[in-house]
């Protein structure tokens, strides 16, 4: 080949290059118009191609950069049809959760032509970024999802959303990779004066602009959970052994337990009964008590269960609870503390991967599919067994079962290992989080299924 023509092949080749990624980035960069969105979303090219330390898929693994766009295509396109069952994001999450807070809206009379102002209280879903501490938003009914915060606070391993409107939340991380468990109250706040009035939870998340604020909590703090308001938390103190009552940033306390045990697992179930269960072991007793947050009273409820896990209903009438049996497989129970009425269940799972309804009745259960022989719960707290599991639906009162969704049969390679599961107050969606990812999923609950009942 002449010295002309490889000049004039290697100009053609760049022209060709340079016109292809010029393409690119007038796609990517163009203003958003579709769904009705009048905000616009842009990326560089950069983003579009995951190089640089900006790079969405480096830092929060979410399809998006905005503050509001499409979860789905990351373009902001709206109107499409909501999934029953969808992953939020895909980097792992430390927590997650509902809120509810006030959606201001508009509205004209076509009479009048008269424009009015409503306020509605809307449920939405939070989740924090385990790498990042970004706080996330998501709703039942769009696929928008909304970054809250751009604060980074690393390795977040556990988060709670710490009242009503999602605007306070304890974090709770590792020390440079020690065993010394770092416990903070964070807050979101306004970063700039123009919107530093505005009511909590109200027209606060719409930007980036939010940022954390922090300040610490015991270093001692083993287990803890919120109260059903969220407006005060109880933990468990590794160092002579307490339990306190506080207000979610730590102040206010009150000493309302005082044990020599300090291993527990803590769930605030209503005003008047924290579930205390001792930490299981299925080769090792476990003991389940109610205390009493009012009156400080301890109470046994069921002990001598090998690895005794329990989840009790909202109003404290019922209790769910796995042991484990000598043959590897989780037996399920339903105990009546006020009758002493025993019921076993014909189903295999923990209580950890269930949900009560508000009524008492329903339990909405991720159950394992084919489930192995293990000493349970310690091979799935350990990693050493991971389940494959089917959603039900299980009346309590009526003993009527019905499936209510098999992820693989509606998301493509789906095998989803389902833990923290929570409902909405309307309980038409479950959010849970896979714990073979750590990354969140919500389920949209139908008001009824084709699925036959069995008994």
Excluded at 43 to 65: A, I, W
Aim: net charge neutral; proline share 6%; charged share 15%.
């Amino acid at each position: 080949m002449s010295r002309g023509k490889f000049i004039t092949l290697v100009v053609a080749i760049s022209i060709l290059v340079f016109g292809g990624l010029f393409g690119v980035y007038w796609y990517v960069a163009r203003p958003n118009t579709t769904g009705g969105s009048t905000a616009q979303t842009q990326k560089s090219l950069f983003d579009f191609l995951s190089f640089g330390k900006n790079s969405p898929s480096q830092n929060s693994g979410t399809p998006f950069v905005s503050s509001t766009t499409d979860a789905t295509s990351g373009f902001g396109e709206q109107n499409l049809a909501i999934p029953q069952l969808r992953q939020l994001s895909t980097s792992p999450v430390a927590g997650i959760d509902f809120i509810q807070r006030i959606v201001t809206s508009t509205s004209t009379a076509s009479s009048t032509q008269k424009t009015k102002v409503v306020k509605n209280l809307e449920t939405f879903i939070r989740f924090v970024d385990r790498a990042t501490g970004n706080i996330f938003e998501a709703a039942t009914s769009t696929l928008q999802i909304t970054r809250v915060t751009n604060t980074t606070k690393p390795k977040i391993y556990e988060a709670y959303v710490a009242n009503a409107t999602g605007d306070a939340y304890i974090y709770r991380s590792l020390i440079n990779d020690t065993d010394v468990i770092k416990n903070e109250f964070v807050s979101v706040q306004p970063a700039t004066s123009t919107v530093s009035t505005s009511t909590p939870g109200q027209n606060l998340f719409n930007s980036t602009e939010s940022i954390l604020t922090s300040s610490p909590l015991p270093f001692e703090i083993t287990a803890l959970t919120l109260s059903p308001t969220r407006d005060q938390m109880f933990y468990v103190l590794n160092t002579s052994p307490r339990g306190i009552i506080s207000k979610p940033d730590g102040t206010k306390q009150s000493v309302v337990f005082d044990s020599p045990l300090k291993e527990w697992l803590v769930d605030w179930v209503n005003s008047k009964v924290i579930a205390m269960t001792t930490k299981p072991s299925g080769t090792v007793p476990g003991y389940l008590y109610f205390l009493n947050p009012q009156t400080k009273t301890f109470s046994k409820i069921l002990g001598g269960i090998k690895g005794l896990t329990s989840l009790v209903s909202p109003n404290g009438k019922k209790v769910l609870y796995a042991e484990n049996t000598d043959g590897g497989v989780i037996n399920m129970s339903l105990y009546q503390p006020d009758t002493n009425i025993l019921q076993k269940l014909f189903i295999h799972t923990l209580p950890e991967k269930c949900a009560w309804s508000q009524d008492n009745n329903i339990l909405y259960c991720a159950i394992p599919n084919n489930p192995p022989s293990a000493i349970y719960p310690d091979a799935w707290y350990q990693g050493y067994v991971a389940f494959s599991d089917t959603i039900w639906s299980i009346n309590t009162t009526t003993g009527e079962s019905k499936v209510i969704v098999r992820p693989q049969d509606v998301v493509t390679g789906a095998s989803l290992d389902v833990t923290y599961p929570s409902l909405d107050t309307a309980e038409d969606a479950l959010v849970f989080v896979d714990k073979t990812t750590l990354t969140p999923w919500v389920l949209n609950l139908p008001t009824n299924t084709s699925t036959p009942a069995v008994r």
